[in-house]
């Protein structure tokens, strides 16, 4: 139902843009999330962006280098990421969930999920 697409190999300083499209027209007013995880590491909480207001969280990792947005025309979410760093390696997740949480940064809050992409930024 949740279709990512975008990741890539990027030199650091580089960016790319994900997205995140949505089989059905419903999830345009579910709240929207990326994650990633590393190698050997947990899913972590990357952006989340709310279902009607469209107001937006970061974690403290990317907060300013990356943007999340989206079309609900389009059924899509974005993540634009610049100054991309080797850190940044892992594979993004994009998510769903009806209403906002105050766990927004929790997978396990997440009821969808997309099938992954690969970002890899080489030093």
């Known amino acids: 139902q949740l279709q990512a697409s975008g990741g890539g190999l990027v030199q650091a300083g580089g960016s790319l843009r994900l997205s995140c499209t949505a089989s059905?027209?419903?999830?345009?007013?579910?709240?929207r999330g990326w994650f990633r995880q590393a190698p050997g590491k947990e899913r972590e909480f990357v952006a989340a962006i709310r279902e009607h207001n469209g107001s937006t969280r970061y974690s403290d990792s990317v907060k300013g280098r990356f943007t999340i947005s989206r079309d609900n025309a389009k059924n899509t979410v974005y993540l634009d990421m610049h100054n991309l760093k080797p850190e940044d390696t892992a594979l993004y997740y994009c998510?769903?969930?009806?209403?906002?949480?105050?766990?927004?940064?929790?997978?396990?809050?997440?009821?969808?999920w997309g099938q992954g992409t690969q970002v890899t930024v080489s030093s």
């Open positions: 998510a769903a969930r009806a209403y906002w949480t105050v766990n927004y940064y929790s997978p396990t809050e997440y009821s969808y």
């Open positions: 059905e027209r419903a999830f345009s007013i579910y709240t």
